[in-house]
């Protein structure tokens, strides 16, 4: 009987009732999707891949449509800190009463049909949506494209923010085979958005070959960085002056291109708007001062060299530090390789996570390579203490490898209320 389970109670029983974790394909999820009627929200669908910048990019979107006034749903995965961050209306984590009834929704709907966790809670989410009276729905795609559970639902614009190397056991182990399955999420004569300003050629093939409206960057828009401001285009648009958010600009650049796309009305002022408040936790956030402490969810190489790239030099005499954690299943020597020569000390953690890499197995891989170890600890909390003691005012300290490493920072350095 799950009627009367609280929000922790039905997480914890969605974690241990389908045989696997991921288990890809929509035939079980379609399935009960048609049983609720979500598939079609009613009102506009962005749907957002990518290896990275998901989030940041449905960040933007949802700041600036909420500066429009648009009433808007939001859904994105993993979380941080709790659960409700991945389902929000108008850029606000839903309640956890929502929530249940939506759970107890979707498990009156499948019946006898076997789901995993991210299965059954996207339905909610869908569920949520289609309850909810919205303008325009925002989706990140957990895991590649065309058989993530999100692609139940047809998108009006499809994203595609990055592609890079990870989760081979599911997507492949080239950028060609990986964008490919991105592409599942593109649809005959909808827009179909690339931000990777390289990508291989099978996804413009594949945009091709779905019949879908493909852009990309560098070819039919992009922006340059002038300082204080910033300037987006494309082949109709020109965007001067645009205020800067605390969000990479290659994803804000990504996210303009689809709004462009979409079927929606924005005024410039709510663009402008909705641009300065964008703001995303875990990237490149600053959580404390003197010395400098930025946490960011880089997870993977593609992920590691980005970060890498839009943090700044060192200042002279000031020392990098890193505190870092990441999952066994990650390619653990190449997120080093994409750092190396930018971190003067590495204060190694356990992570308390399944399946975590031990910091016993991370330090040999950065020995190899030359790097610098301070120490290794049992949680990231201890790592993080560690480096703040030995750093001065003027060090900087940056927090990364895994949402799991961020969340046990925030916790340690910015507790809930």
Request: glycine share 8%.
């Amino acid at each position: 009987m799950t009627a009367s389970l609280s929000l922790n109670e039905w997480l914890a029983l969605l974690e241990t009732r389908h045989p696997k974790m991921i288990d890809m394909g929509l035939e079980r999820v379609g399935q009960v999707a048609d049983r609720l009627g979500v598939r079609h929200p009613g009102c506009p669908v962005i749907s957002v891949a990518g290896t990275n910048g998901k989030g940041s990019t449905v960040t933007t979107l949802v700041s600036i449509c909420v500066a429009a006034g648009l009433r808007v749903g939001s859904y994105t995965s993993p979380h941080l800190q709790y659960f409700n961050e991945r389902i929000c209306l108008d850029g606000r984590p839903i309640d956890d009463a929502t929530l249940v009834r939506a759970f107890e929704q979707v498990e009156a709907a499948r019946s006898d049909v076997s789901l995993t966790y991210f299965e059954f809670t996207t339905l909610a989410a869908l569920l949520v949506f289609a309850q909810a009276s919205l303008a325009v729905v925002v989706l990140e795609v957990g895991l590649g494209g065309r058989l993530d559970a999100v692609n139940v639902v047809d998108a009006d614009v499809a994203v595609v923010t990055s592609i890079g190397i990870d989760h081979v056991e599911y997507l492949g182990n080239t950028r060609e085979k990986i964008a490919i399955e991105k592409a599942g999420i593109f649809r005959r004569g909808k827009a179909a958005v690339c931000g990777d300003a390289n990508p291989p050629a099978t996804l413009p093939e594949a945009a091709r070959n779905a019949g879908a409206l493909f852009s990309s960057r560098g070819c039919d828009f992009d922006f340059s960085d002038e300082g204080e401001t910033w300037t987006w285009h494309d082949r109709k648009h020109v965007l001067a002056g645009l205020p800067k958010p605390a969000l990479a600009l290659d994803n804000a650049t990504t996210a303009l291109a689809a709004l462009f796309a979409a079927p929606l009305s924005v005024s410039d002022h709510a663009l402008r708007e909705g641009l300065q408040r964008a703001a995303l936790p875990g990237r490149l956030q600053t959580v404390a001062l003197s010395p400098l402490v930025v946490l960011d969810v880089a997870h993977n190489p593609h992920g590691a060299a980005f970060l890498m790239q839009q943090l700044p030099l060192a200042k002279k005499g000031q020392r990098t530090f890193a505190v870092f954690a990441m999952l066994a299943d990650k390619d653990i020597g190449a997120v080093i390789d994409a750092c190396l020569g930018r971190i003067d000390r590495w204060y190694v953690a356990d992570l308390d996570a399944p399946r975590s890499a031990s910091a016993k197995h991370i330090a040999p891989l950065l020995l190899e390579r030359g790097a610098h170890v301070a120490a290794l600890y049992g949680n990231v909390a201890m790592a993080l203490a560690a480096a703040r003691q030995k750093a001065s005012a003027d060090d900087r300290i940056l927090v990364f490898g895994s949402f799991y490493t961020v969340a046990a920072a925030q916790t340690a350095l910015v507790p809930r209320a």
